[in-house]
């Protein structure tokens, strides 16, 4: 009895599948779209998008995007000026992947509104930059100790997008997709290391964990641990994100 219903569940399966590509094939419609998200260059993100209609109302994107080695992107909008002197010459660089599914409820074949749930890996490396902190002793005297800093976090999470797509053109072929609005949550894991040349007494090491503890960096939940050469900054908590912006593209 089980062995039949799977029969049939599979059989069902395939012929909707069938029924899918045939539908696809009768079609006059264009079923491809390349485009890039062209606000996401103001973040030295490049990117590229491919979007494939499965039928009239679902289709699938497959994104990805890379940022260069270079300087964090307005981090003085979430790092006071004396703060961000710290990190004397960091630099970053980033990839992402997304695949996301979406569900027009307009036009369809890739033109109207849609809800869009998605997944996203993103990544994040820094280069070897420097770090500075005073450490005031029981003298009074107030010492500056280097340290050098090297790291990445790695990070997987799920959201949902809501936009609308339009073709700009009598050929239908010139593409503008409007991301209104879209978050995401999810973990994220990784290690910087910040080492001295300098030996770190317990008294120092205290003094150095407070210090990277209180840069409060919005949206990332961390550990501090540290020792006689410098410091392990343990990145394992929520990773979140948020998604905006217009894309241009090409349909045929």
Same mark, same amino acid.
């Given at each position: 009895?089980?062995?039949?219903?799977?029969?049939?569940?599979?059989?069902?399966?395939?012929?909707?599948?069938?029924?899918?590509?045939?539908?696809?094939? !009768?079609?006059?419609?264009?079923?491809?779209?390349?485009?890039?998200?062209?606000?996401?260059?103001? $973040?030295?993100? $490049?990117?590229?998008?491919?979007?494939?209609?499965?039928?009239?109302?679902?289709?699938?994107?497959?994104?990805?995007?890379?940022?260069?080695?270079?300087?964090?992107? $307005?981090?003085?909008?979430?790092? !006071?000026?004396?703060?961000?002197?710290?990190?004397?010459?960091?630099?970053?660089?980033?990839?992402?992947?997304?695949?996301?599914?979406?569900?027009?409820?307009?036009?369809?074949?890739?033109?109207?509104?849609?809800?869009?749930?998605?997944?996203?890996?993103?990544?994040?490396?820094?280069?070897?930059?420097?770090?500075?902190? *005073?450490?005031?002793?029981?003298?009074?005297?107030?010492?500056?100790?280097?340290?050098?800093?090297?790291?990445?976090?790695?990070?997987?999470?799920?959201?949902?997008?809501?936009?609308?797509?339009?073709?700009?053109?009598?050929?239908?072929?010139?593409?503008?997709?409007?991301?209104?609005?879209?978050?995401?949550?999810?973990?994220?894991?990784?290690?910087?290391?910040?080492?001295? *040349?300098?030996?770190?007494?317990?008294?120092?090491?205290?003094?150095?964990?407070?210090?990277?503890? !209180?840069?409060?960096?919005?949206?990332? *939940?961390?550990?501090?641990?540290?020792?006689?050469?410098?410091?392990?900054?343990?990145?394992?908590?929520?990773?979140?994100?948020?998604?905006?912006?217009?894309?241009?593209?090409?349909? $045929?």
């Amino acid at each position: 009895m089980n062995r039949k219903i799977t029969t049939l569940l599979a059989l069902g399966i395939m012929s909707f599948a069938q029924a899918q590509v045939e539908n696809a094939s !009768d079609s006059s419609e264009k079923m491809n779209i390349v485009k890039t998200n062209v606000t996401a260059y103001a $973040f030295r993100n $490049f990117n590229l998008t491919y979007e494939r209609a499965i039928n009239q109302w679902f289709s699938l994107n497959i994104g990805f995007g890379t940022m260069p080695e270079g300087k964090v992107p $307005f981090i003085n909008s979430f790092l !006071d000026d004396e703060t961000e002197k710290q990190f004397q010459n960091l630099e970053i660089k980033a990839t992402n992947f997304t695949l996301e599914p979406r569900f027009y409820i307009g036009h369809g074949y890739g033109k109207g509104f849609y809800f869009a749930p998605y997944y996203r890996y993103s990544s994040v490396e820094s280069n070897s930059f420097d770090f500075y902190y *005073d450490y005031n002793a029981v003298n009074g005297v107030t010492y500056q100790i280097p340290l050098t800093g090297k790291g990445d976090t790695r990070g997987h999470s799920g959201g949902l997008m809501v936009g609308a797509q339009f073709f700009l053109n009598k050929a239908q072929n010139l593409v503008l997709d409007f991301w209104i609005a879209g978050a995401h949550y999810g973990t994220g894991k990784g290690d910087f290391n910040l080492t001295s *040349d300098v030996f770190l007494t317990p008294e120092m090491q205290a003094q150095l964990k407070k210090e990277i503890e !209180d840069l409060d960096i919005p949206f990332v *939940d961390y550990t501090v641990e540290t020792n006689t050469e410098g410091a392990r900054i343990k990145v394992d908590g929520p990773w979140a994100g948020f998604r905006s912006g217009l894309s241009i593209g090409y349909r $045929f």
